[in-house]
Each structure stands twice: as structure tokens, then as C-alpha cells.
């Protein structure tokens, strides 16, 4: 509280001369046709030469000196509108601004503002529309997927939808969906993401410096925005595809007062499996078969205008991925060579589940000109399940007997949570943020339930577990001169848990300096706590990853971030920014070896182990804004180690994903009216694997055996973890959108693609084997995906 004290004083002081004769310009930025919020879009008062931008709601405030103005109204992809007028008295200004793109023009920038205009660094938006033009797995379009082809963001494996941030792991990025944590935003075993590109308006990637209004994550934040739902009139949009189709629909329940939008997903794999699977079972009647697997997930959201000045959201989230597999086996005993036997069926059952639930109440309401306040009520739950089932039935002459087994895995997490925000505009000179917030988390973190016909129903497994996590935090966004600007901040948090209490102080600092008009010194500072881990099953395909919390051995996981860097405008509208960083982790956890999700008789905290992080590097981004040709170009060159006392004898060993290289270039080209091409390449340099160096004979000594009869085998020696790289990765992936001639109020369009263009056989993973033609232990790598073509329709109305 003292820091909110000292913050609005400050403002206070800073502003009392200033608002004599002063008043306040505020309203919402929105679009003209769908009405939905223009995230980050600027004002900019050319009379006055200040300026301000509109926050996650489209609202903006700004106050002027008394006299005439001149405002422009601007936003990345829009036509921007300028009003002139004598300013008297505090006035209310509600803009709606109209798409510019109408050469099909697509862009990615830093943020509405240039990018050496920008106090934050390490931050990074894409619009959607940017997103749904490149190149797709399945042609399945992925936001998550977009964002590892930026510098800093590395992808894993081949095909995975997680991201590692600057070295840290995937346990370590905050992703919001509407405010919302999404503990797992895959689907498919990691190979597409949670997000419904059609339900999203706005994605920003941070990867370092961050406002103190974040946290409880070290690496980054994805924090991403549905639509609202249009206004004005009743629209829809779907596609097609080879593995899954979509739709969403949206439009006014009450025009200009309440809307609506609903977009929901499926996977057919399971549906078109069906006819091959009939096919085989027909071979053998007494033996019926089904496999299956399927993803689908719902994005909703309701808004509702009470005033200019008020205005609820409720939004909805619900996910799930099931794969399930069945068989029915009968036996019916032949009377003459069995006749003591009786007729059978065995069913048995196996399947697993996971899946997100999200939900979040927002009531916006503009207090003052100057003061707007953001109220949130929202829910959050991650669920993973295994389940084996075994029931027998025997058909005995007067009577039935059962004998049934079921073995279920069960574990998440669950939030819920309260937080009040509040935006306070003193000045074009200040930018200050606060609020606070509590999250009650109930962790499962692994439990296994039998159950048997012979009365055994046990579990056992780590029990749930019941935590409290607060926070306060306070920011400024302060224009110290016109070429110094400063964003400085802290952020509290505490955690109660099973009788530990922890505190953590996060301090945080951003500055630009302009050198020039188009050249901006940028740096950074970051202090980060993290009160949850997630124990990872490294490589095994399946989202077994376990959420616990910090305990009294296991402490909070910690960061400090420094960066610094360097901002450039270029003439026809090239951006380019250099940015170098280093960052310290502490108190990570990982399994020990030989440990594994599935081992839940024993307190988790009994398997693993305890230890330090370090990454270090420095990221190059080249983009084109606006044009026939757009993309960008993003190069990462960076280090990351890992330090655990227990592990490889205590010796530094490079992270499973430490990259040396990584590279990506974007391109998006709209010379064509009805044509849009799109290619991206991708290089980077092989995970580390822990391989073994050598094999040494073994023998088995027993004192009471003679030496020529014991038996003999070979072990293997690995020198260190981690210590060697699989080849080099890269990737041609191009697609091709062409619009139909398509009437009647419908729009439409072809994509066609195709992902591993050149067919690179890529490693997945790297196995030992005996080479045939040698006789001794080889290795050999294993690729997951050759070339995959897709073709898909979308279309609109």
C-alpha cells in the first residue's frame, strides 16, 4: 500500500500546476463494422505533441491543455481519422475507426506506436489476420505455432505447440485467455494449440521486461483477447479442413447494447476411422475392436452496455482431447474338446482425457475521466485422466458371474480468482496502473484409484493440496523528458500453503532513450517469482505433467532478467530492433532419474530434484510493416545451462532446449488482388540428448559359481547429460489462399499448402539398436513428419 501511496502523490504533485488549466479528453477506440476494441490504437494530439493509447478495452484518456486540438486517431491496418476542435470542458470522444486493409494488406508490428516510440522492450503483437495467413500443420491454423516462429521463442520438438522463452520452460509462460490462466494450451499431444484463431482479436507475446501488473510466471507472458461479439449486425464465419472444421457466429442481441459471439471446434479423425474399423472387425465376429481420438473446444463470451460508463463481459472456455480405445473379445468352449467350460466375454477399456475449463465475470467502469477500473471474477481448471478398465463375464448354466478391474490416473489444478485493476491518467506524462488481486489454487497433484469385484477400492497417491496466493502491484509509465521515458513498478505476492508463508518483492524498470528521431537505447530490468512448478515427463507425448506448489522443501522458483537493445525505423517501413539479455533461475525442479508421473505411492516430493538455470543471448528482429510483401525476419543466438547438485554430478549441463541458432523467416505477399502467398523457414541447431559414450563388459559375480559360468553383458558409460546434439532442424513450410467468386452476401476462399515443403526428414528422437550389418550398438534417429499437403475452405457471411 505504500507503494501506491507514493505512486499516486507523486502523480499528484507532479500534476497540480498542469491541471489548472487543463481538461480531459476520454472514450473507447473501436472498429466501425464489428465494434470490437482496437487494443493499443493511439491518439495523438498534433497541436500539443502528446499522445496516449487505448488499453485492453479500447479506452483512452488524455488530458490537454485548454485551446484548440487537433487529435488523429490511428491503428495499425486502419484508416485514421483526425478531429479539430476548441477544447473548454472535459469531453467524451468515441471513435470508430474503419479497416484500411483494402489491398489485403496484412501486417505485424511492435505495437501501434513505432517501435523506438515503445518504453517496454521484448514485446511483441500479432494480429490475428497475420496469423491466419501462414502456412499450418493440417492446415489448422495456430496461434501458439505463430509465436515460436518470433526471436527468444523456441518450439521444442518437431510439431509441439509448447514454446521455451529465453531458457525457461514451459511451466514458466503466462497464458491468459481473457485474464484467465490456460494451464495446457495443447491439443493433439502437443501438436496444435487450444486457441481458436476466429474467437481471438488481439495476442501479445512479452518476454522480458515486464509491467509490473504481470505475474506469476519467470519467462513470459502470451496474453491473448477473444472478440466481443459484433454489434452492429449478425455475421459468421467457418472452415473446412482434412482433420477438423469450425464455426463461429456472432452478432447484437440488443444492437449497440448486447452482443454475442460462440466459435466452437472439432477434430473428425475418429469419425473417418470408423469405416476401417468395421472393416477389420468383420474378420472375426467374436472379436470386436474401436480406437479413436478427438479434440473439440467452445469459445463464448456475452457483452452488455448498461452506460458509456459501465459495461459487463462474461466469457466462457471449454476444452477437451479424448483418445480411447475398446475391445470386446467372446468365447464360446467347443461341447466335445471342452466341455467343462463355460461361454465368455472380456471387455476391456482404456482412455485418456484432459482438457481446460475457463470462465471469467469483467465489469468495466469508468470512474473518472481520468480513472478507469477493471473487475474480474474468473475460474480456471486443467484436468488429465487415465483410465484402464477389465470386466470379464463368465456365463455359468443357472448364473452370471463378473469379475471387473478399473485402474484410474487422476490429476490438475483449479483456480479461482479476484482481482480489481485500475488505469489513472494524471497526465500525458503518466501512466499509471494498480491493483490487486487472490487466487485460491487446489492442486491434485497425481492420484491412482483401484477398484476391484473383489471389494478392493482404494487410492492412493498425493493428496490434494489447498493454497493462497496475493498480490498488489503499482506502475508509471512516466515521460521524464521528451527523449526519456521510463516504465518502473513492483509487484507483491504472497503464498500460503500448508502452513509455509512466503513473500516475495518484485522489482521492475523499463527506459527508452531517443537517440534521433527514428533510434531509440532501450533497458531493462525484471525480478520475477513463480509459486508453482510443473514436474515434466520429458519427450513422452502425453500431457503427464503434474502442477504442484512450492512447499516447505520445495521453495519458489525466482528470476532476475536483464536486457538492453537497440530500436531502428528504416525507410519504407522496416523496423528493426537487436536485443541482448541475461537471465538467472533458481530453485527449478525436474524429476530424478529414474522417476516418472505414474510412480504416485510416494510423495512427488520424494522424486525430484532441486537446482539453478541460466540463459544468456541476444535476438535480432527485422520486420515490414505495411506493403505488397510483409513478414519479418527473427534470429536468435543464446546459451542456457542448468545446475543441479543431484544431477550429473553436480556438473553444469546444457537444457534439454538449449539452441544455439535459431532462425526464422516470414513472408506474406499480396501483389495479386485474389491471391495471397505465404512461405516460412525455419533453421536451428539440435536439442541436447543424453547419449551413452561407450560400453563396457559386465560380468555377474557370484563367489559359489565358477568364473566360466557367469554370465556376461555390457553397460553403458555416459559421460555427461546432455551432451550431444541431434542434427541440425529445419523446415519449408508455403501455402496459398485464393478468394472465390463467391455471391449471395458470402464470402470464401481456398488454402492450400503444404508443411515440410522439401520433405526434411527431421529427428524427432534418436534410439539404440544392433546394426545388422556390424554387429554392434548404433544409434539411429527417427523422423516424425515428411511432407504433409493440405487444402482447406473457408468462408464468411
Known amino acids: 500500500m505504500r507503494v501506491l501511496f507514493c505512486l499516486g502523490l507523486l502523480s499528484l504533485l507532479g500534476t497540480q500546476a498542469y491541471s489548472q488549466s487543463t481538461f480531459t479528453i476520454s472514450g473507447y477506440l473501436r472498429d466501425s463494422a464489428s465494434v470490437e476494441a482496437l487494443i493499443g490504437a493511439n491518439v495523438f494530439d498534433q497541436t500539443h505533441r502528446q499522445g496516449t493509447a487505448a488499453n485492453t478495452y479500447g479506452f483512452y484518456s488524455l488530458t490537454?491543455?485548454?485551446?484548440?486540438?487537433?487529435?488523429?486517431?490511428?491503428?495499425?491496418?486502419?484508416?485514421?481519422?483526425?478531429?479539430?476542435?476548441?477544447?473548454?470542458?472535459?469531453?467524451?470522444?468515441?471513435?470508430?475507426?474503419?479497416?484500411?486493409?483494402?489491398?489485403?494488406?496484412?501486417?505485424?508490428?511492435?505495437?501501434?506506436?513505432?517501435?523506438?516510440?515503445?518504453?517496454?522492450?521484448?514485446?511483441?503483437?500479432?494480429?490475428?489476420?497475420?496469423?491466419?495467413?501462414?502456412?499450418?500443420?493440417?492446415?489448422?491454423?495456430?496461434?501458439?505455432?505463430?509465436?515460436?516462429?518470433?526471436?527468444?521463442?523456441?518450439?521444442?520438438?518437431?510439431?509441439?505447440?509448447?514454446?521455451?522463452v529465453r531458457g525457461g520452460g514451459p511451466d514458466q509462460n503466462l497464458i491468459l485467455l481473457d485474464g484467465v490462466p490456460v494451464y495446457n494450451a495443447n491439443h493433439l499431444f502437443g501438436f496444435f494449440s487450444v486457441f481458436n484463431a476466429d474467437a481471438i482479436n488481439h495476442v501479445e507475446l512479452i518476454k522480458g521486461g515486464f509491467p509490473a501488473r504481470y505475474g506469476g510466471r519467470l519467462s513470459s507472458v502470451i496474453d491473448i483477447s477473444m472478440k466481443e461479439g459484433n454489434m452492429n449486425e449478425f455475421k459468421g464465419e467457418g472452415s473446412i479442413g482434412i482433420i477438423s472444421s469450425k464455426l463461429t457466429l456472432e452478432g447484437p442481441i440488443w444492437k449497440d447494447k448486447t452482443s454475442f459471439i460462440v466459435s466452437g471446434r472439432r477434430t473428425y479423425i475418429d469419425i473417418l476411422a470408423q469405416p476401417f474399423i468395421a472393416l477389420a472387425n468383420r474378420d472375426d465376429p467374436n472379436t470386436q475392436s474401436n480406437v479413436g481420438y478427438f479434440f473439440h473446444d467452445v469459445n463464448a463470451k456475452l457483452n452488455h452496455r448498461f452506460s458509456d460508463k459501465n459495461r459487463v463481459f462474461l466469457s466462457v472456455?471449454?476444452?477437451?482431447?479424448?483418445?480411447?480405445?475398446?475391445?470386446?473379445?467372446?468365447?464360446?468352449?467347443?461341447?466335445?474338446?471342452?466341455?467343462?467350460?463355460?461361454?465368455?466375454?472380456?471387455?476391456?477399456?482404456?482412455?485418456?482425457?484432459?482438457?481446460?475449463?475457463?470462465?471469467?465475470?469483467?465489469?468495466?467502469?469508468?470512474?473518472?475521466?481520468?480513472?478507469?477500473?477493471?473487475?474480474?471474477?474468473?475460474?480456471?481448471?486443467?484436468?488429465?485422466?487415465?483410465?484402464?478398465?477389465?470386466?470379464?463375464?463368465?456365463?455359468?448354466?443357472?448364473?452370471?458371474?463378473?469379475?471387473?478391474?478399473?485402474?484410474?490416473?487422476?490429476?490438475?489444478?483449479?483456480?479461482?480468482?479476484?482481482?480489481?485493476?485500475?488505469?489513472?491518467?494524471?497526465?500525458?506524462?503518466?501512466?499509471?496502473?494498480?491493483?490487486?488481486?487472490?487466487?485460491?489454487?487446489?492442486?491434485?497433484?497425481?492420484?491412482?484409484?483401484?477398484?476391484?469385484?473383489?471389494?478392493?477400492?482404494?487410492?492412493?497417491?498425493?493428496?490434494?493440496?489447498?493454497?493462497?496466493?496475493?498480490?498488489?502491484?503499482?506502475?508509471?509509465?512516466?515521460?521524464?523528458?521528451?527523449?526519456?521515458?521510463?516504465?518502473?513498478?513492483?509487484?507483491?505476492?504472497?503464498?500460503?500453503?500448508?502452513?509455509?508463508?512466503?513473500?516475495?518483492?518484485?522489482?521492475?524498470?523499463?527506459?527508452?532513450?531517443?537517440?534521433?528521431?527514428?533510434?531509440?537505447?532501450?533497458?531493462?530490468?525484471?525480478s520475477m517469482a513463480q509459486f508453482i512448478h510443473l514436474l515434466t515427463n520429458a519427450g513422452i507425448g502425453l500431457p503427464t505433467d503434474l502442477w504442484v506448489p512450492s512447499t516447505a522443501r520445495v521453495r519458489p522458483q525466482t528470476a532476475q532478467q536483464v536486457a538492453v537493445g537497440v530500436a531502428h525505423t528504416l525507410p519504407n517501413d522496416v523496423e528493426v530492433s537487436v536485443e541482448g539479455y541475461y537471465k538467472r533461475m533458481q530453485n527449478l525442479i525436474e524429476y530424478g532419474d529414474g522417476a516418472s508421473f505414474l510412480n504416485s505411492g510416494t510423495d512427488w516430493q520424494d522424486k525430484i530434484e532441486i537446482g539453478d538455470g541460466e540463459s544468456y543471448g541476444a535476438e535480432l528482429f527485422l520486420q515490414r510493416n505495411v506493403g505488397p510483401v510483409t513478414g519479418w525476419i527473427g534470429y536468435t543466438l543464446s546459451w542456457t545451462n542448468r545446475t543441479f547438485p543431484e544431477l550429473n554430478l553436480g556438473r553444469t549441463f546444457p537444457y534439454r532446449y538449449d539452441r544455439r541458432h535459431d532462425l526464422s523467416i516470414v513472408l506474406v505477399s499480396n501483389f495479386w488482388k485474389y491471391t495471397t502467398l505465404s512461405a516460412t523457414w525455419v533453421y536451428g541447431t539440435g536439442n541436447s540428448v543424453t547419449l551413452p559414450n561407450a560400453e563396457y563388459p559386465t560380468a555377474q559375480f557370484d563367489p559359489f559359481i565358477p568364473?566360466?559360468?557367469?554370465?556376461?553383458?555390457?553397460?553403458?558409460?555416459?559421460?555427461?547429460?546432455?551432451?550431444?546434439?541431434?542434427?541440425?532442424?529445419?523446415?519449408?513450410?508455403?501455402?496459398?489462399?485464393?478468394?472465390?467468386?463467391?455471391?449471395?452476401?458470402?464470402?470464401?476462399?481456398?488454402?492450400?499448402?503444404?508443411?515440410?515443403?522439401?520433405?526434411?526428414?527431421?529427428?524427432?528422437?534418436?534410439?539404440?539398436?544392433?546394426?545388422?550389418?556390424?554387429?554392434?550398438t548404433s544409434f539411429y534417429a527417427y523422423a516424425l513428419f515428411p511432407i504433409i499437403p493440405s487444402v482447406s475452405l473457408r468462408f464468411s457471411f
Open 64 to 164: 490537454l491543455p485548454a485551446g484548440e486540438v487537433s487529435l488523429l486517431y490511428s491503428y495499425v491496418g486502419y484508416q485514421p481519422k483526425t478531429f479539430g476542435f476548441t477544447l473548454d470542458k472535459d469531453t467524451v470522444i468515441n471513435i470508430r475507426l474503419s479497416d484500411g486493409n483494402v489491398l489485403n494488406e496484412v501486417v505485424i508490428t511492435g505495437n501501434s506506436e513505432a517501435i523506438q516510440e515503445m518504453t517496454r522492450m521484448s514485446t511483441i503483437e500479432v494480429p490475428v489476420a497475420q496469423i491466419k495467413t501462414l502456412p499450418a500443420l493440417m492446415g489448422e491454423v495456430d496461434v501458439i505455432k505463430t509465436l515460436q516462429l518470433l526471436p527468444g521463442v523456441q518450439s521444442g520438438t518437431e510439431g509441439s505447440a509448447g514454446i521455451y
Open 317 to 526: 472456455y471449454t476444452g477437451l482431447d479424448r483418445f480411447y480405445l475398446n475391445n470386446k473379445f467372446r468365447y464360446e468352449p467347443d461341447p466335445v474338446f471342452d466341455p467343462e467350460s463355460f461361454p465368455q466375454e472380456q471387455e476391456t477399456e482404456a482412455g485418456i482425457d484432459w482438457g481446460n475449463v475457463t470462465a471469467a465475470l469483467r465489469w468495466n467502469s469508468i470512474l473518472t475521466q481520468k480513472l478507469f477500473m477493471n473487475t474480474s471474477v474468473t475460474f480456471s481448471d486443467y484436468d488429465f485422466n487415465i483410465g484402464i478398465g477389465d470386466n470379464t463375464r463368465t456365463f455359468l448354466t443357472d448364473s452370471t458371474v463378473e469379475e471387473f478391474f478399473n485402474l484410474e490416473y487422476v490429476s490438475g489444478i483449479r483456480d479461482w480468482t479476484g482481482r480489481v485493476d485500475f488505469d489513472y491518467l494524471p497526465s500525458p506524462d503518466h501512466y499509471i496502473r494498480f491493483g490487486a488481486s487472490v487466487i485460491y489454487h487446489t492442486f491434485s497433484p497425481g492420484a491412482n484409484t483401484f477398484q476391484t469385484s473383489f471389494d478392493l477400492d482404494t487410492t492412493i497417491g498425493a493428496p490434494e493440496v489447498y493454497a493462497y496466493e496475493y498480490a498488489v502491484f503499482a506502475e508509471d509509465d512516466w515521460k521524464i523528458t521528451d527523449l526519456l521515458k521510463v516504465n518502473a513498478g513492483v509487484h507483491y505476492a504472497s503464498f500460503a500453503v500448508e502452513g509455509e508463508y512466503y513473500q516475495s518483492v518484485q522489482p521492475r524498470i523499463a527506459a527508452r532513450y531517443l537517440v534521433g528521431q527514428n533510434t531509440s537505447i532501450k533497458a531493462s530490468y525484471a
Open 707 to 776: 568364473r566360466d559360468y557367469y554370465q556376461y553383458s555390457t553397460a553403458a558409460y555416459v559421460e555427461g547429460r546432455n551432451g550431444y546434439r541431434m542434427p541440425a532442424y529445419h523446415r519449408l513450410d508455403v501455402s496459398a489462399t485464393f478468394t472465390l467468386p463467391v455471391k449471395g452476401g458470402w464470402d470464401g476462399s481456398l488454402i492450400v499448402g503444404a508443411y515440410n515443403a522439401y520433405n526434411r526428414k527431421n529427428p524427432f528422437f534418436i534410439d539404440e539398436g544392433l546394426n545388422p550389418d556390424t554387429g554392434e
